[in-house]
């Protein structure tokens, strides 16, 4: 079956760093994507790992285990705009190759 | 460029009624995405088109969701009738194309539906 998990909320302090871990067990994988959702607003897209290991984009970066079915979103000198739901979703491998699924996303919170 | 659009940004019909939203990708895009988030759950996939033709709609909840992209431009998607348990957020998504590439896939804002 299909299941993608994330922590519901996190909360981090101004100027830290937070990860945000999502776990996934799917029948097929062709990527994973982070999002960033702020209330009211589209999701709009922060990275994309097919390979294992590290990408890195300025303050945000993203790491992928095939073997483990794991994720993570690591956020650098947060700011008080990063507050968002962080969704994690998974590209599934079809005959439709563009198939994501989305976890219900982590909300998080900076506080000053 | 001018993003996905959506319209409307919020709907607020009866149960019986029907409502239809619509879909505007990004210019140029062949791929388009319908997905819908019911309160408190994640984003769920309900289907994708290739230009006017339906690729995948394995996600449509039921009979009573229609999406059509005529001309392979605009979509819509309508429900008729409305059911309470279809309240929720209605997004729309566009690449440019849609294999096994690493396309982003561009939101819209979406719609928000509220069926009372």
């Known amino acids: 079956g299909q299941n993608i998990d994330q922590p519901t909320e996190m909360t981090a302090t101004e100027g830290a760093i937070v990860q945000i871990n999502c776990t996934y067990q799917t029948s097929g994988f062709n990527g994973l994507f982070w999002y960033q959702q702020h209330a009211g607003e589209a999701p709009t897209f922060l990275s994309y790992n097919v390979l294992d290991g590290l990408e890195e984009k300025g303050r945000f970066s993203s790491f992928l285990s095939r073997s483990k079915g794991y994720s993570y979103l690591l956020l650098k000198e947060l700011q008080m705009k990063d507050s968002a739901s962080y969704l994690c979703a998974v590209r599934e491998t079809s005959s439709s190759a563009s198939k994501i699924i989305f976890g219900s996303g982590t909300r998080l919170s900076i506080r000053p | ?116």
């Not at chain 2, 709907?11 to 990708?25: A, F, H, M, N």
């Not at chain 2, 995948?56 to 009573?64: I, L, V």
């Open chain 2, 1 to 116: 460029e001018a993003g996905v659009t959506q319209f409307p940004s919020h709907s607020v019909i009866e149960k019986g009624q029907t409502v239809t939203l619509r879909c505007d990708p990004i210019s140029g895009h062949d791929n388009l995405y319908w997905y819908r988030r019911v309160m408190g759950k994640e984003i769920k996939f309900l289907l994708h088109f290739v230009k006017e033709s339906k690729q995948d709609e394995s996600g449509m909840p039921n009979n009573r969701f229609l999406a059509e992209r005529t001309g392979g431009t605009y979509s819509t998607l309508k429900v008729q009738p409305a059911e309470l348990e279809d309240s929720g957020v209605y997004f729309c998504a566009s690449t440019q194309t849609g294999g096994v590439s690493t396309d982003t896939q561009y939101f819209g804002p979406g719609t928000r539906l509220t069926v009372l």
